[in-house]
């Protein structure tokens, strides 16, 4: 079986396009830091709407067609052009915020539902004091170059994302090791790893050295399929995700 996963830097490749027209390209995704659940693409809308920076969820997203490239958006361009302006330069949202941007699109918010949300499922007003706090959201571009600590020392950095596009959550985490180790890159699941430590840019798993640098190795672009988990999880002594 083989998953449809891309990593972020493959994405930006793609032209994405709403129902009337080309939309942008990728720039980055913020992500939440609890779930690795990718919340928003942020998108260079290049010509269309010069200067400007537009978020779209998820539930947003169409199909990808290969051949051309593509990324359909299922909003129209005028949808797209009237939803409220955020600052996406960092991923610091209110939730106050992400309620006006959802209820643009009449849209349940991902906090109140137990997926990331459908298309055509009516905005509900709630409590205007709830969940005011800012969402955990990490910005993609931000996260990449962090340092990744093992047990007895440093192995390399975060150099990209693998994203799983079932239900765009961060499946892995694309790591460079050290030019020691010949420019081996691999793969390390979210959920192997102890802490991210975000004022010192450092991502910590509770593995050694060794352990890491014996890992499947991770070719760039390549295509991930199951066998190659079943050897990286079992390499790791994880529990399969898929089970």
Known sequence: MLHIMRRIQDLKSFTLHAKD???????????DDSSWRVRYLVVETGHWLVGRQVLITPEALGSIHEEKWTLQIELT???????????????????????EYHRHYNWLPYWRSGLLGYLGRSYENKDKGEETEDPHLRSSDEVSGYQVEARDGEVGYVEDFVIDEKDWVIRYLEISTHRGWFGKKILLAPTWIEQVDWEDRKVRVDLLREVIRSAPEYEEGQLIGRDYEINLYSHYGRNQYWE
């Open 21 to 31: 027209g080309e939309l942008g390209r990728l720039r980055e995704v913020f992500f």
């Open 77 to 99: 361009r005028e949808q797209i052009e009237t939803s409220p302006l955020m600052d996406t330069k960092q991923p610091l949202l209110s939730r106050q915020q992400e309620e």
